[in-house]
C-alpha cells in the first residue's frame, strides 16, 4: 500500500534527480520533489500536492552547491528527528551540510546518471556510521552497486572519475565516431558499427593489464595502428586524461574550500 511506503524528499529535480527516479525506486518509496518554483510535487501520484506533516525519512539534497550554501535555511523545515539527509552535491562539505541544517544524520553520496539504468556506480560516505544500516543499503541498490568510502576526500575522487566520467567517456567516445566519418564522405559509416566497437573492445578486456597486452598484440611495427598511436602518444593522451580528471578533482575540492572561506 502506498501509505506504509518510506517518505522521501527530493530538494532538487533537475538532471540528477530525474535519473535517480526508476520504476523499482517508485514502487519501493513515496517520493517527493520540490524544484525552484517552490511546488511540492508527488512523483509517484503526478501532481502537486501539499504534504502537511510528512515525516521524511530521507531528505536529498540535489541542488546545485551554490543553491545549497543560499537557501539551506529554508529547507530545515523539513527536517525531523528521523530524517536522514542524504547530499548527492559536489564538494560541499558533511561538516558544512550538518552545522546549516543543524543535524548530525547526513550522508554524502556521489552517484551518477547511470542510475536511470540502474548502473550508478555510487559512493558513500558518513561519519555516523549507524545511518548506514540496511534500509539505506537496499534505498542505495535502487540506483546501482554502492562502494562505501572511508574518507571524505573519495568522494572528490568519485565525483571526478564516477560522477562527471559519463560526460568524459561520451565526449572521447563521440570525437571517435565524428572523426571516422570524417575521414571519408564516401565511407558512410555508421553509427552503430563504431559503438559495436567500442563495446567489443571492451569485451575481453578487464583491466588495465589487459588493455597493455592487447594494445602490443595489435599495433605491429611500422604499421598502421603504430601510427596512428605515435601520434596520439606524441600528444601525451594519458596526460590529457589525467589534467581532465584533475580539473575535475580540484573543481570539487575548490568548492569545499569557497564555504569554509565565505
Ligand atoms: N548531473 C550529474 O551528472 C551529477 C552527478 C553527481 C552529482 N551531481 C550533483 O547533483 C546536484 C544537481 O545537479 P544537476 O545536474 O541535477 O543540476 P540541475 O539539472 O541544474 O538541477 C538542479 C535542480 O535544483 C532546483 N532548484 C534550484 N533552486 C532551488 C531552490 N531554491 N529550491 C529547490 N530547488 C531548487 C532546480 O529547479 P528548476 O527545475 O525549477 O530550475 C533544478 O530542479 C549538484 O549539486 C551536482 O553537484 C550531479
Do not use: W
Request: glycine share 4%; net charge positive; aromatic share 10%.
Amino acid at each position: 500500500m502506498a501509505t506504509h511506503k518510506p517518505y522521501i524528499l527530493f530538494i532538487g529535480y533537475g538532471h540528477l534527480a530525474k535519473s535517480l527516479i526508476t520504476n523499482n525506486f517508485k514502487k519501493n518509496y513515496n517520493i517527493h520533489a520540490i524544484n525552484s518554483k517552490k511546488n511540492i510535487i508527488s512523483i509517484n501520484l503526478k501532481k502537486k500536492i501539499n504534504p502537511k506533516n510528512t515525516s521524511y525519512e530521507y531528505i536529498f539534497l540535489l541542488v546545485r552547491p551554490n543553491v545549497f550554501l543560499k537557501e539551506s535555511k529554508k529547507f530545515i523545515k523539513f527536517i525531523n528527528n528521523k530524517t536522514k539527509i542524504v547530499s548527492c552535491m559536489a564538494g560541499i562539505k558533511l561538516s558544512t551540510i550538518c552545522n546549516l541544517l543543524d543535524t548530525k544524520k547526513v550522508i554524502r553520496i556521489m552517484p551518477n546518471i547511470m542510475a536511470k539504468y540502474n548502473k550508478s556506480q555510487t559512493f558513500i560516505f558518513a561519519k555516523n556510521k549507524n545511518i548506514l544500516n540496511k534500509n539505506f543499503n537496499k534505498l542505495m541498490k535502487s540506483f546501482g552497486t554502492n562502494h562505501f568510502t572511508s574518507n571524505e576526500d573519495q568522494i572528490n575522487i568519485a565525483t571526478a572519475v564516477f560522477g562527471s566520467g559519463p560526460a568524459f567517456i561520451a565526449l572521447m567516445i563521440n570525437s571517435y565516431l565524428l572523426a571516422a566519418k570524417n575521414l571519408s564522405k564516401r565511407s558512410q559509416l555508421k553509427d552503430i558499427d563504431l559503438i559495436n566497437l567500442f563495446q567489443n573492445v571492451l569485451l575481453n578486456n578487464q583491466n588495465s593489464k589487459d588493455l597493455e597486452n592487447f594494445l602490443n598484440s595489435i599495433a605491429s611495427k611500422k604499421g598502421t595502428t603504430q601510427a596512428g598511436i605515435k601520434f596520439l602518444k606524441s600528444q601525451n593522451i594519458k596526460k590529457i586524461m589525467y589534467t581532465t580528471l584533475d580539473r575535475a578533482y580540484k573543481r570539487a575540492r575548490e568548492l569545499s574550500i569557497e564555504k569554509e572561506s565565505s
